[in-house]
C-alpha cells in the first residue's frame, strides 16, 4: 500500500517552454501533497505543499508564478514549471501524506528529472 | 528552527554485518517526528521507520531499528545484516510534530556503500 506513481519520469525540453509533472497516489487518497526539489548529491529542499481544493503553500524563495501547482482532486497534484531555463534543470519529486494508525507519513514519487535546453 | 545534522558522507560496511548510520537534531519543540528514508541511485525515496517523540522504545522494521536518544537528540539507524541492495543514500528526517510529517527538515544524507 501506499503508492505514489509520477509522470513523466524524465523529460527534456527547450528554454521557454513549459512543462506539467504529475503525482498520484495510486491506493489512497491524499489530502495533502508535498513537491521536493534535489540537487545531485545534495539533500531534498522542500518546494511547496499541495492542498486539495486550496492554494498550495510555497516556500520562501519559491517562484508560485514560475512553479504552478493545482490539486484538484485527492489523488492528483500537478507541478507545472512555466517558462523553464536551463537553471530550473533539476530532479522534482512529489510525496504524498498518508495517515495509517494514526501516523501520518510521506510517501514518495519516483521523481522526474527535468533538464532544460 | 529544527535541523537535522547527518556527520558521515560516505559509509561502507561488509555484506552480513551490521552499520550504524548517525543523526543528530536540533529543536526546542517538545513534539516532533523522525524519520529515515532510502533513495537508491533510481532515484526514489524508500520509508524506512518512524519514531516520535513520545515513544518509549526504539522502533523497528524488519532490519531496522532506530537508535532513539532523547537527551543526546540523536536517532541513529542500524540496519542489521547488511545486503548488497542496502547500498543506498539514506536520510534522517524531522518532522514538526510527533504523529505528523508535516514541514520535513532533511539533513544532507550519508551513501551507504555495502561491499560483497
Known amino acids: 500500500g501506499a503508492v505514489v506513481s509520477q509522470h513523466p519520469s524524465w523529460v527534456i525540453c527547450k528554454s521557454g517552454t513549459s512543462v506539467k509533472i504529475e503525482c498520484r497516489s495510486l491506493?489512497?487518497?491524499?489530502?495533502?501533497m508535498f513537491w521536493y526539489r534535489q540537487f545531485p548529491k545534495q539533500s531534498l529542499m522542500l518546494m511547496a505543499t499541495?492542498?486539495?481544493?486550496?492554494?498550495?503553500?510555497?516556500e520562501q524563495g519559491v517562484e508560485k508564478d514560475k512553479f504552478l501547482i493545482n490539486h484538484a482532486s485527492l489523488t492528483l497534484s500537478t507541478l507545472t514549471v512555466t517558462s523553464a531555463h536551463p537553471e530550473d534543470s533539476s530532479f522534482y519529486i512529489c510525496s504524498a501524506s498518508h495517515h495509517l494508525a494514526g501516523q501520518e507519513t510521506q510517501y514518495f514519487g519516483p521523481g522526474t528529472r527535468l533538464l532544460v535546453l | 528552527a529544527q535541523k537535522i545534522t547527518q556527520t558521515q558522507p560516505g559509509m561502507f560496511v561488509q555484506e552480513k554485518e551490521a552499520v550504524t548510520l548517525d543523526c543528530t537534531y536540533d529543536?526546542?519543540?517538545?513534539?516532533?517526528?523522525l524519520f529515515w528514508y532510502k533513495q537508491p541511485s533510481s532515484g526514489e525515496m524508500i520509508f524506512l521507520i518512524y519514531?516520535?517523540?513520545?515513544?518509549?522504545q526504539n522502533a523497528t522494521e524488519g532490519r531496522y531499528s532506530l537508535n532513539f536518544q532523547k537527551a543526546r537528540k540523536s536517532a541513529n539507524l542500524v540496519i542489521s545484516a547488511s545486503q548488497l541492495g542496502d547500498s543506498a543514500m539514506y536520510f534522517c528526517a524531522m518532522s514538526a510534530a510527533s504523529g505528523s510529517a508535516r514541514q520535513l527538515t532533511f539533513g544532507s544524507g550519508t551513501q551507504l556503500t555495502v561491499l560483497p
Open positions: 491506493d489512497f487518497q491524499a489530502t495533502t
Open positions: 519514531q516520535g517523540s513520545y515513544d518509549e
Open positions: 529543536t526546542s519543540d517538545q513534539s516532533y517526528g
Open positions: 499541495s492542498n486539495e481544493g486550496s492554494k498550495a503553500t510555497y
